[in-house]
C-alpha cells in the first residue's frame, strides 16, 4: 500500500471533473486500498480520488472514532436529499487548517458501488451525510471553500499560497 500526494487547494486539479468507473478490476481495488492508506495517514475522514489526482469517481469515507470502518463508494449518487438542511463546520485535506460552516442537506440517500461492483443504497444522516456531499463535490470539481463568500475564498487563497511558499 502507498500513501499518495493530496493536491492542496488552489490547485487547479482539483477542479477537474472525475469519469465514472467503468472496469471493477485490482488496479481499481488498488486506488481503494491506496486512497484509503492515504486519508488514515492524513488523518482525516473522507477522501475522493480527484485529491490524490486520480480523475475516476472513487471515495473512501471512516466517520468512526475507531477508525475501522472503512466505506467505499464508487459513481456515488444522490437519489434523494432531506429538504431540511443543517450546518457543519467542514474542513478539508486539500485546505489544511481552514474549518468553515457550510449548510447542506441533513439527510441523503445515496447510491454506489462497492469495489467489487455490487450496487447498494444507504441512507446518511449527520456526520456521513456531510462527508459524502462534501466528498462528491470534489468528484465534480468542486472544494467546499467554493460555498464561501469571494471575500472569504480570496483570503483562503492567498493563505495556502503563503503557506505553500513556506514550505518550499
Ligand atoms: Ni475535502
Known amino acids: 500500500m502507498t ?5 492542496r487547494y488552489p490547485d487547479p486539479r482539483l477542479h477537474q471533473v472525475a469519469r465514472p468507473v467503468e472496469v471493477f478490476d ?6 481503494v486500498k491506496d486512497m484509503a492508506e492515504t486519508m488514515y495517514a492524513a488523518p482525516g475522514v473522507g477522501l475522493a480520488a480527484t485529491q490524490v489526482d486520480v480523475h475516476q469517481r472513487v471515495i473512501v469515507i471512516d466517520v468512526s472514532e475507531t477508525k475501522d470502518q472503512l466505506q467505499v463508494f464508487i459513481n456515488p449518487q444522490i437519489v434523494k436529499a432531506s429538504a431540511e438542511g443543517r450546518i457543519y463546520e467542514e474542513g478539508c ?3 489544511p487548517g481552514i474549518y468553515e460552516e457550510v449548510e447542506r442537506p441533513g439527510v441523503v440517500r445515496v447510491r454506489a458501488f462497492d469495489e467489487n461492483g455490487k450496487q447498494f443504497e444507504i441512507d446518511a444522516h449527520d456526520l456521513l451525510a456531510v462527508c459524502i ?13 467554493q460555498y464561501l463568500s469571494r471575500l472569504k475564498q480570496n483570503r483562503i487563497r492567498s493563505k495556502m499560497l503563503k503557506s505553500d511558499r ?3
Open 3 to 7: 500513501v499518495l500526494k493530496i493536491l
Open 133 to 145: 456531499q462534501h466528498e462528491i463535490d470534489h468528484l465534480d470539481g468542486r472544494v467546499f471553500v
Open 166 to 168: 513556506e514550505a518550499a
Open 93 to 95: 485535506l486539500s485546505v
Open 26 to 31: 485490482d488496479a481499481l481495488r488498488t486506488l
